[in-house]
């Protein structure tokens, strides 16, 4: 199936690592243009190189904090100065603090709602107004599971990222006569460097392997494995892409059956 991204231009925020970084590269080898941001520059220099070596792929890097209002909007700028148009974005951050009620005053909250939802609405808000102007684009958020299946000890990611569903399910309906689609993707558990670090310390804890450890979280999962980065940007990619030209106001589950809702 060709995805119709030949030239086209992704933006995909948080992406020096993990799943950020896989839908970047997916998108770069389908023939996209890609820029590319995280808070580390080397690091995202690295992955803008490893990318575009292994693709043939204009990757633009450009250093940018998630959180940061003005860091959003010199990204989106930056991209279309560079590139003239966006014709998809993928928003995406680090996952707030861990924890439950009791842990987060108003200081944590806030700074969860910056990085969380704030990030959503404000990539949002500067992409729209390329992408009404040329009337096509797609906006993607990366959630979690954790939108439709409540994981203990997440209060703020449980919190925030149904708020982010709800800004893509209404926006999905404002911007959709711009033929701008707005969607959400909810990966499960992935092994990137957030989930291996995890596994580490729990084989040093439990005298296991890191393997041993994967196939743990994995068993609770109906596919009975974590996911690989890849087919999370695989899935990530085609929603984002003309190839899912008709799907707009959905949520992807990307998590192996976990989810026991639809
Ligand atoms: P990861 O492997 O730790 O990668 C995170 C990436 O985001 C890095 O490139 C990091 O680079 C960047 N980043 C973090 N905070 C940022 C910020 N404030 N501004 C800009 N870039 C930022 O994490 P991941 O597993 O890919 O997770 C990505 C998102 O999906 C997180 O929100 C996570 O909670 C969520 N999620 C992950 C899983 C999973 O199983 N992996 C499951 C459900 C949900 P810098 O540190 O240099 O900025």
New binding site residues.
Partial sequence: MDLHLTNRVAVV?????????ATARVFAQEGARVVI????AE??RDTAQSIAHDTGATVLPVV????RADDIVRLIETARATFGTIDALVV????PPSGRFVDFDDAVWQSAID?TLMSAVRAARQAYAAMREQKSGSITF?????VKHTLDNLLL?NSLRLAVVGLAKTLSREFGPDNIRVNVIC????A????ISLAQANAARNNTTVEDELAKVGSNVPLGRVAD?MEFGRACVFLASPAAGYITGAALMVDGGMSRVM
């Fill in positions: 925020m948080a992406a020096s690592k993990g799943l950020g970084a941001s995280a808070r580390n690091a995202l940018a904090d998630s959180s995406n951050a680090g996952g990085l990366i959630t979690s599971v954790g990611s990966p499960g558990y992935t990137t460097d957030r989930i980065p």
